[in-house]
């Protein structure tokens, strides 16, 4: 919500991008806000000029950041960059959810969400759609180095956009679980089922680690099948040598 209570939006003739800073040890947050019009031009009448210079103060090093990245000579205007980039994230959003124009609630709090969802919608306009005017596209576009006509021209073309943003289908899914204790009878029978498929299942796994463990002293007295070879011969040796 702007000060003047209206909506804060692109759709709008004019935006606010707000700047939250904090001094070294401090914990109160200052924030600024900067208007800026539908092409990124700071509106000098809805912006004090000490709040322009502190935050002109603040983006100094990313400025001087995207200055160096830059490709070009001139000299690139931060706050155009920064239009750019918000706006045209905000109308590549509303177009991936098959919105050519934006909808706000009457919101007169200080919460991002309506407090009262009865009230009456507000619908924008879909003027300053980016993919809907070729011509702002163009020049906001031309902001963040996209210069390319065929380019902006590409994704602007009102038919292609129009085609492109069917009404959206969403799909709303609610979690209807609620928690509640079972009958007496029917926990106890849970209960004990649990409990017997775990005891099965114990007795299962100790059965078999046992038969493992232990299947070969089973009954030592019985010699194995190797042993008995042995002394079958023995013996018959034995008879042999007496006879």
Do not use: H, Q, R, W
């Given at each position: 919500m702007n000060h003047d209570e209206t909506d804060n939006t692109p759709a709008n003739d004019y935006w606010y991008l707000?700047?939250?800073?904090?001094?070294?040890?401090?914990?109160?947050?200052?924030?600024?806000?900067?208007?800026?019009?539908?092409?990124?031009?700071i509106d000098t009448v809805r912006t004090s000029q000490s709040d322009l210079a502190q935050a002109n103060n603040l983006l100094l090093p990313l400025t001087s950041f995207a200055q160096a990245q830059s490709q070009s000579s001139s000299t690139i205007d931060i706050w155009k960059l920064l239009n750019g980039l918000f706006v045209g994230y905000y109308w590549f959003i509303l177009s991936d959810l098959g919105q050519n124009s934006s909808v706000t609630y009457n919101i007169r709090n200080d919460f991002l969400l309506p407090s009262n969802f009865s009230q009456p919608l507000i619908h924008h306009t879909s003027t300053n759609n980016l993919f809907l005017n070729t011509t702002l596209a163009g020049t906001?576009?031309?902001?963040?180095?996209?210069?390319?006509?065929?380019?902006?021209?590409?994704?602007t073309i009102p038919n292609w956009a129009q085609a492109k943003l069917p009404p959206p289908t969403l799909r709303w899914t609610y979690l209807c679980n609620k928690r509640q204790l079972k009958p007496a009878l029917a926990l106890i029978v849970s209960v004990f089922g649990l409990a017997l498929s775990l005891l099965q299942s114990i007795y299962f796994v100790g059965k078999k680690v046992f038969e493992w463990m232990f299947g070969r002293e089973?009954?030592?007295?019985?010699p194995h099948a190797g042993e008995i070879e042995l002394d079958e011969h023995g013996v018959g040796g034995d008879e042999d040598q007496n006879q």
């Open positions: 707000s700047i939250g800073y904090t001094l070294n040890n401090d914990t109160v947050e200052t924030v600024i806000n900067v208007a800026l019009s539908s092409t990124g031009i906001v576009f031309s902001n963040i180095g996209l210069n390319d006509t065929f380019l902006v021209d590409a994704i089973a009954n030592p007295g019985a």
